[in-house]
Nanobody, 122 residues
Framework: QVQLVESGGGLVQAGGSLRLSCAAS????????LGWFRQAPGKGREFVAG????????FYADSVKGRFTISSDNAKNTVYLQMNTLKPEDTAVYYC???????????????WGQGTQVTVSS
């Protein structure tokens, strides 16, 4: 059974930083893409960032490009999302997710974590 467990969310002031972690278990992810989506109150889930498990390819939503960095530690089966220069509009529940090919579409992602709350105060 695949498990994705997020951690690292919290409350931060605008302009601050947070690092989210996603620990993956239950299968080999060598041919997978792991990504982050977020869902703000009253809105649908939106793509944030993705990385192929080898770490060679990363891709981002335009809204976070230059501020967020996704990375992976294969030895620890963990994916990270470093979030800098946070804005109040980044406030959302952040979900770790897995897919078999690079995509920015929610429906292409098969595995989901339980989410971690990120709140950015102004």
């Amino acid at each position: 059974q695949v498990q994705l467990v997020e951690s690292g969310g919290g409350l931060v002031q605008a302009g601050g930083s947070l690092r989210l972690s996603c620990a993956a278990s239950g299968r080999t992810f060598s041919n997978y893409v792991l990504g982050w989506f977020r869902q703000a109150p009253g809105k649908g889930r939106e793509f944030v960032a993705g990385i192929d498990w080898s770490g060679a390819g990363t891709f981002y939503a335009d809204s976070v490009k230059g501020r967020f960095t996704i990375s992976s530690d294969n030895a620890k089966n963990t994916v990270y999302l470093q979030m800098n220069t946070l804005k109040p509009e980044d406030t959302a529940v952040y979900y770790c997710t897995g897919a078999t090919f690079p995509s920015k579409r929610e429906k292409d992602y098969r595995y989901w974590g339980q989410g971690t709350q990120v709140t950015v105060s102004s």
